[in-house]
Every structure is written in C-alpha cells, then in structure tokens.
C-alpha cells in the first residue's frame, strides 16, 4: 500500500510540474503583455512580450517600482491613489492611458488588473494585462480628425459666403434650411461682412426648397444683424411658394426683394457706383 501511495504522489507531483512548465511557458510566450506586481507596486513577473512593449528585459524590470519604470510625468501623481483603490476595492480595472518605453517613446496601452489574493482572501499582489494598442490608437485620432475636417468642410458647402462683386457678397440658399443650418450661415455671412468690408449682401433664395416661419424669422434677424454691421441686405430669387408663406405668417424680412439674381446685383453695383455687368454678344 505504502509503495502504491508513494506512486500515485510522484504521478501527481509529476503531473503537476508539467502543468507548471506548461504555464510558465505560456506566460512567458503569450501574444499580450503580462506583469505581476507585489502589494508595494514592484514588479515580481515580467513576459516576454512585456519586454517588446516597454523595451525593457526581464531582469531589468524585476524589483523596479511601476511608477519609476513605464509611467509618464503627468501620472505619477495620481498613480499611487489609482492602485490603493484597486487594492482596497479588490477590483478588476481597465485603463488606457499613455506609458513611457525605455527608450523616451510614448506608447498608449491598454491595461487589464486584476487583484491576486491567497487562499486566506489576503491580497497578495496585481496581474496586468497589457495590450500596446498606439497604432490603433493613432488610427482613431486620424478618423475623428478627417470627420470634424468633412463635418467642417460640409458646413462650409453648405453655408457658403461669396464674393460675388467687390464690397457684394452673395449667399446662395440651396436645398432645405433647418434651424442649425441658418445659424451657421448667420455666423458665416457676420464674419464675410465684418473681413470683406461688405457694403451689401444678397440672400439669394432661387434653389431652397423649404423655409418655414422660424427659419424666415432667422433670417430676418440676419437681414437686422448685418445691418448693423454697416451692410444692406437683398433677396433674390423669392418664389411664389416662400412669398406665400411669408404673407401667411406674417412674416418681414425687411429687405428689397428682387426675382433674379442678376437684379439684385445689378442694383447692388448702381448704389455702390461700380460697372453693371453687361452680357457677352456671342
């Protein structure tokens, strides 16, 4: 019996340290960084992957304190109380912030921690996962870059403020207005006036589709607003449909009204004196 027992305990020691070996191996050669620490925030493990994120060996890291080896300037101070709070609370946190490589680099990574405790539930240190996320990172910026360019680059199409005749500036109307639109195309035309010493602006309304009271209230303050910025504001292009409207809602853009672009620009160009434009024989 006794030699039978002593059997079974060497299977299951040898057992067990195969699994180790197994464990260590895949610890070490995991795809994502792994690091222990102690309860004093030094480091007790350190993977081999963890030495390609940070750039430091295995050795070099072992004993050091997080905060003196991969932390940037601007965390170490708030790094400690960061790591009380999952010592206290026992949590599993994530956290993406930037860290420091060996060599001054600036990476952005992705932490996963967990809390290690014993079989007496005593906390015995932290396991973090670490995953180098900087080019994907960098990715992310660059496309919300380019949205707010598009996002920028659509309200200037669709907002747009012409110099159509020195000190006239025209604004084509095109499509719906809606009350965020009419906004920024007040913002847009104050501004045109204010840098283009604008002596007048025409509104020119040919190609929009719908105006409704408010939006026609907006742009009656826009008529008022550029007034008192020195310049007179025309519509042009008014349609039957928007005139309609107008009347029913009693309405007043209190501006001279014209039916076509080229008469609102014609009339603009005699008050300021300069050459009205004639049409090209052909």
Known sequence: MSEQRDEVIRRLEEELAHAR???????HHAPVGVIEWDGNFRVTEWNATTEEIFGYSRSEALGKFGPELIVGDDLKPH?????ESILDQRMTARTVNENVRKDGRIIVCEWHNAVLADTDGEVVGVTSLIFDITERHKAEQDLRQREREQAATIDQLSTPVLDLWDGVLVVPILGAV?????GRMTEALLQAIVDRSAGYTILDLTGAD??????ANHLGRLVRAARLLGATCLISGLGPGVARMLTE????LDAQSFGSLRAALAYALMATGSRTPQRRRG
Not at 21 to 27: G, I, P
Not at 178 to 182: I, L, M, P, Q, Y
Not at 249 to 252: I, L
């Open 79 to 83: 790094i400690q109380a960061y790591w």
């Open 210 to 215: 719908a105006v409704d009271s408010s939006i």
């Open 249 to 252: 809602h009693g309405v007043e």
């Open 21 to 27: 070996r197994k464990l260590a191996l895949l610890y």
């Open 178 to 182: 809606d009350e965020g639109r009419a």
